[in-house]
């Protein structure tokens, strides 16, 4: 049998192909026109393309849609989640009069998709960020799977232009995913204007060759065109493949196809005679549907529980380390221990010492290079469905250009581990573009993160470990210098459980502390203890959630007087949390120190002087705060 023979689809299957087309379009417009809100004019561009794909090309199990063998499927434009839905109602997941409750609160049909719906994988809508979860599917799929499943990601023209787009196609090309397929629904129209490209294909098609992709152009209303392109995607191998779709926004809908103004509007008065002409369109819509081929199941059974480290922390006390070194440490021992941790990096491997996990197992790291949104939503899709134990890690400063994609993160209820290195303004002579100052505001600001602080190296050790088998996002402070060993090696920590690392029986002041200022407090208590007055040192361990049962029965044991110490600015960090935890306590006073400026290159003892939070300040800071 020929290729033309085989994905060619009978007059038959083109009959219903095409009604299939027609009724996703129905079902936009009608589910629009309940909800008042929405976008039928961009579902409509891609219907042919969702036809195709769910009652053609990929192979799935609509009885079990999170199967680990399916076909992924993730809608970048999310704002078209109307004919998503339909599509899954259409093939039989539940009844398409649920189509109706569109956007209403008690109903799962959101306005963009998410995880609340068990066949939606990530949450989308936030332009630009569904390709690169999509490689990370791919990437598991080829590589730790080693199975047949391939990952289709539908791309908007407009959010065609977004630079984590083209991150991602970067990576995609470079990894040679030959299991992953782009398709960009090039229905010309933004959403106050054209989109730059509007139906110039060539330019669309050179640019995509460029990046090392199969590059097909398309008429995206023709299934047969649809249905070869897909075929050729299938079988393409070296590469990965990006369908590029000339399509219309409003596509059958009479006086609003192709015409600007109709971006994310409900048809209003225009439905009936829309929906009236699109039912004219129907051949035979009382036809059995096409069936949904089945998955290959040959996608391994695996567990992501159970992490832990191959061996316990092995250091003597006063041993300097740096943190970042025991988390390369800590990241091959639980890799050495479970063969489905993982780790991304952005090119500063020999810097986080992620690169510790190449000695364990080369295939398990993934080099994503200097683009960090793009590596967020790679590991993001590495964990999808529970395949991976993803680590991320690279300056933490540069953590904040993948802010959106954590913020999405979240609302994907993803389960991703992230370490930050370099923080604070203890990395010194690099100076401040390097120096992370708002990251554990940033991640304390995200429902259900875990913020990880550890001090030295065994707790770093712990953490790690704690973090490989918690959900949800987690991130990890890790500083730059050598830290002094404070901890025993057997020394148990727990998520939300600060640690005592200094307590006398007259303490006067509490002082919080993590990292660098952790040793600064010591150092400071040291000279208190000299000048009479006794002080007492928490580690919090944990930012988020924070110890507030310890630290509001610590602060009453010390008068109610708290001091907090960070290398972190004012807003946020550590000095807030521990403002939120005694919000509710009469009779206490906390004093924050944190970096008070916008800070300069420069050695990291003279640095911590200038700018506020070395033992001298806190010194001082215990005296003042005596005084209150």
Avoid at 73 to 80: D, N, R, V
Avoid at 152 to 178: Q, R, S
Avoid at 409 to 416: A, E, P
Avoid at 478 to 503: C, H
Wanted: charged letters at 20%; one cysteine or more.
């Amino acid at each position: 049998m020929s290729g033309e023979s085989l994905h060619k689809p009978t007059m038959d299957e083109v009959t219903k192909l095409k009604d299939m087309a027609t009724k996703l379009r129905i079902h936009s417009v009608k589910m629009t026109t309940a909800s008042k809100s929405g976008h039928p004019t961009s579902c409509s561009s891609m219907a042919e393309i969702m036809s195709v794909l769910f009652f053609k090309v990929m192979k799935y199990s609509v009885a079990e849609p999170k199967s680990e063998h399916n076909d992924r499927f993730i809608l970048s434009k999310g704002h078209a989640a109307p004919i998503l839905y339909a599509a899954w109602a259409e093939a039989g997941l539940f009844p398409t009069s649920e189509l109706l409750n569109l956007r209403k609160i008690d109903s799962d049909l959101e306005g963009h998709p998410t995880p609340r719906l068990n066949f939606v994988d990530v949450a989308t809508g936030s332009l630009g960020q569904g390709l690169s979860v999509a490689c990370g599917m791919a990437y598991a799929g080829k590589h730790f799977d080693k199975a047949s499943y391939r990952t289709y990601c539908l791309v908007g023209d407009g959010e065609a232009m977004e630079g984590n787009i083209w991150e991602a196609l970067h990576f995609a090309g470079y990894y040679k995913l030959d299991n992953l397929c782009t398709i960009i629904d090039a229905n010309r129209l933004g959403q106050s204007q054209a989109a730059p490209l509007e139906h110039d294909m060539e330019t669309y098609k050179k640019r995509l060759q460029s990046f090392g992709f199969n590059a097909i152009v398309v008429d995206g209303h023709d299934v047969e065109e649809l249905c070869k392109a897909f075929y050729e995607a299938e079988n393409t191998t070296g590469m990965p493949t990006c369908i590029i779709a000339r399509t219309f926004k409003g596509k059958d809908f009479p006086e609003i196809e192709d015409l600007l103004n109709w971006h994310g509007k409900a048809l209003g008065a225009k439905s009936d005679a829309v929906i009236s002409h699109l039912e004219g369109l129907l051949k035979n819509p009382a036809a059995e549907k096409l069936p949904i081929a089945s998955p290959v199941k040959d996608a391994p059974d695996v567990s992501v529980a159970g992490v832990a480290l191959a061996s316990p922390p092995n250091y003597e006390k006063g041993q300097k380390i740096a943190v970042r070194e025991a988390y390369g440490i800590a990241l091959a021992k639980i890799a050495t221990a479970h063969n489905r941790v993982v780790a991304l990096d952005g090119d500063m491997k020999n810097s986080t010492f992620s690169q510790n996990i190449l000695k364990v197992d080369a295939n398990r790291f993934i080099e994503c290079f200097i683009c960090e949104q793009n590596m967020v939503g790679v590991g993001i899709g590495v964990g999808c469905r529970d395949r991976t134990v993803p680590f991320v890690s690279t300056f933490s400063a540069f953590l904040t250009r993948a802010f959106d994609n954590l913020r999405m993160g979240v609302i994907s209820q993803t389960n991703l581990n992230l370490a930050g290195s370099h923080c604070g303004i203890s990395i010194g002579e690099d100076g401040p573009s390097q120096m992370a100052l708002e990251d554990i505001a940033m991640f304390q600001s995200l429902p259900g993160c875990t913020v990880f602080y550890p001090s030295e190296a065994v707790s770093c050790e712990r953490a790690v470990e704690l973090a490989a088998n918690t959900r949800g996002i987690c991130f990890i402070r890790l500083t730059r210098p050598g830290s002094a060993i404070v901890y025993d090696n057997n020394e148990t920590f727990q998520i939300g459980k600060a640690k005592i690392v200094r307590k006398s029986d007259t303490d006067k002041v509490l002082v919080i502390a993590a990292g660098v200022t952790l040793f600064e407090s010591m150092t400071a208590a040291d000279e208190l203890a000299k000048q009479g007055i006794n002080v007492r040192v928490m580690d919090p361990f944990t930012i988020k959630p924070i110890d507030v049962q310890a630290i509001q029965e610590n602060a009453a044991q010390c008068g109610g007087r708290i001091v907090t110490v960070e290398d972190h600015y004012p807003e946020g960090g550590i000095g807030d949390a521990v403002l939120a935890a005694v919000a509710t306590c009469r009779n206490v006073v906390v004093r924050k120190l944190a970096v008070n400026g916008v800070p300069r290159s420069g050695p990291p003892a003279e640095l911590l002087e200038m700018f506020g939070i070395s033992a001298s300040h806190i010194t001082r800071a215990c005296n003042d705060i005596l005084t209150l």
